[in-house]
């Protein structure tokens, strides 16, 4: 069972940034297709950002230009920096890891965002 831990969250104004981390328990992790997803209460989960093993990476169409996925295997860690950040993306904040191998995902317990305007 891989365990993720989001941290970094927390309120900016504006135009602000905030560099969210997720932190696995797995020492797997280098294989894992990992994901930053959001939702806001009543909404779907959105796709934010996803990074392949390999580093190709992948960005839902509001977060494109402004947000950058990146990971770091060697600390099984992988960080989402979020800039010029909107009122818009006020929401809760997930971090996801899949194992193709297996065909498991897990979810960290997510991580509060709020812009405020």
């Known amino acids: 069972q891989v365990q993720l831990v989001e941290s970094g969250g927390g309120e900016v104004q504006f135009g602000g940034s905030l560099r969210l981390s997720c932190a696995a328990s797995e020492s797997r992790f280098a294989i894992y297709l990992l994901g930053w997803y959001r939702q806001a209460p009543g909404n779907q989960r959105e796709l934010v950002a996803t990074?392949?093993?390999?580093?190709?990476?992948t960005y839902g169409d509001s977060v494109k230009g402004r947000f950058t996925i990146f990971r770091d295997n060697s600390k099984n860690m992988a960080w989402l920096q979020m800039n010029s950040l909107k009122p818009e993306d006020t929401t809760v904040y997930y971090c996801?890891?899949?194992?193709?191998?297996?065909?498991?995902?897990?979810w960290g317990q997510g991580t509060q965002v709020t812009v405020s305007s």
């Open positions: 996801y890891a899949y194992d193709a191998s297996s065909g498991d995902g897990y």
């Open positions: 990074i392949t093993s390999g580093g190709r990476t």
